[in-house]
């Protein structure tokens, strides 16, 4: 009852936190975060004291017709890799590379992370702090842009054009686990950096800073079921407009094996999760998330899809076993 209770506590404390706004999507999105946390927060590389790779793909809006040559839907892939950084005893290091195309607009990102871990309370949990830095890329195509009238200066500009901006990025996290409960914050794009294109850059596109705090827990019902409740909460808090949004999901896993659930993104889509581990190891996940939109449907398609592999390898490391965690243990 006592664990009961901490979640339930954290969980209202998050639907507080969270105003009935939209989240203006900068970053790119995904249905399964608790999956894979390591995209938001640096310091959770190594935590479990394996080597993990992870690639995605996501379809947002499938079949959004838009004024451009390929379609409209927004695409998304990303690949991670993440492990102990087995020369230094309780470090670990990561690697992400995420490409965002939207229309006109690809976004391309590389990172690397690194942190140190700290066992606290008497070894039953583990505090991480981690650092990351990298470049953040944003390409305009002009070739995409549809122009009411082409002898127009800024359409005679960006006809048969392509411009990129190339700019330096860095994120911090903390990161706490313990076997049946994790929590992280976390502060990305902290340099703010200005990206603009065009003439008189009249293209202006502020690489906003974002916090993350994402939260999760492991309450066994049985030998055989297991849930897993999560939430994650996104805040731009130098934006014009306060733009905070809420996810919360809760996620069943049957005999280690199976795994299927639902998922509420404020002000945007319900969606619904399944996956499984085919190797008997349970080293290996695939997973499939399907976005059912809910607002703003006028100017978007209803649907979108998000599949994801991952693989995790025993590594050799320094210092005391980590506590597994919902995600980051054989129970994800």
């Not at 080597?51 to 040559?69: C, E, P």
Request: aromatic share 14%; with cysteine; glycine share 10%.
């Amino acid at each position: 009852m006592k664990r009961n209770f901490t979640y339930f506590l954290f969980l209202q404390c998050a639907l507080l936190v969270a105003v009935r706004l939209g989240y203006a999507q900068q970053d790119a999105q995904f249905s399964q975060y608790m999956f894979n946390p390591f995209y938001y927060n640096p310091a959770v590389a190594g935590a479990d004291g394996k080597a993990n790779f992870f690639l995605t793909h996501r379809t947002q809006w499938l079949g959004y017709s838009a004024s451009f040559d390929d379609g409209g839907s927004p695409q998304t892939q990303m690949f991670s890799a993440m492990a102990p950084f087995i020369f230094v005893p309780n470090t670990g290091v990561g690697l992400h590379v995420v490409r965002d195309v939207r229309g006109p607009l690809t976004s391309l990102e590389a990172q690397l992370s690194a942190n140190y871990h700290f066992s606290v309370f008497e070894d039953k949990g583990r505090l991480s702090v981690g650092v990351r830095g990298g470049v953040y890329s944003q390409t305009v195509d002009g070739n995409k842009f549809r122009f009411v009238d082409g002898n127009d200066a800024v359409a005679q500009y960006w006809i048969g054009r392509r411009e990129t901006a190339l700019k330096p990025d860095l994120a911090f996290g903390v990161w706490y686990n313990q076997e049946d409960f994790y929590v992280g914050l976390a502060g990305n794009h902290l340099l703010g950096s200005q990206i603009s294109f065009g003439l008189d850059n009249l293209i202006d596109n502020a690489l906003a800073r974002n916090l993350y705090l994402t939260g999760g827990y492991n309450y066994p019902l049985d030998d055989q079921w297991l849930l897993q409740p999560s939430v994650m909460i996104k805040t731009i808090p130098e934006a014009t407009l306060k733009t905070t949004s809420v996810e919360i999901s809760v996620l069943g896993t049957y005999n280690q094996k199976f795994w299927g659930g639902l998922s509420f993104r404020q002000s945007d889509a319900l969606i619904a999760m399944v996956g499984m581990y085919p190797l008997k190891d349970n080293s290996m996940r695939v997973g499939y998330a399907f976005d059912y939109t809910i607002s703003g449907r006028q100017g978007k398609a209803p649907t979108s899809h998000e599949v994801f592999l991952s693989y995790g390898l025993a590594w050799k490391r320094y210092g005391k076993p980590t506590p597994e965690t919902p995600r980051h243990g054989t129970r994800h």
